[in-house]
Nanobody, 124 residues
Framework: QVQLVESGGGWVQPGGSLRLSCATS????????IAWFRQVPGKQREGALC????????YYEDSVKGRFTISRDNAKNTVYLQMNNLKFEDAAVYYC?????????????????WGQGTQVTVSA
């Protein structure tokens, strides 16, 4: 059974940092691209914030470049999202998702498996 479980969310002040984890099971992580998405309640889910490609490629959406870093540890079946210099507008529910793609893709519709999400709150 495929599972993705996010953790590490919480409350942080602007300028602070959080590290999210996405623990995976039920599939071979090294064969999949993993992406992080976020969604604000009442708003449509947007494209990927960042993607870790199975071949080592990465993608970052412009608003998080230089602040967020995606990494993976295939041996631990875990993908991480290090978030630094968090801003008010980063507050959302963060999801990790897995997709069997040969290239890095950003559209959420193309990802097959999803976690339940973890809440990130940014406030003073």
């Amino acid at each position: 059974q495929v599972q993705l479980v996010e953790s590490g969310g919480g409350w942080v002040q602007p300028g602070g940092s959080l590290r999210l984890s996405c623990a995976t099971s039920g599939f071979s992580l090294d064969r999949y691209n993993i992406a992080w998405f976020r969604q604000v309640p009442g708003k449509q889910r947007e494209g990927a914030l960042c993607v870790s490609g199975r071949d080592g490629d990465t993608y970052y959406e412009d608003s998080v470049k230089g602040r967020f870093t995606i990494s993976r540890d295939n041996a631990k079946n875990t993908v991480y999202l290090q978030m630094n210099n968090l801003k008010f507008e980063d507050a959302a529910v963060y999801y990790c998702a897995a997709g069997l793609h040969s290239i890095v893709v950003q559209a959420w519709e193309l990802y097959d498996y999803w976690g339940q999400g973890t809440q990130v709150t940014v406030s003073a």
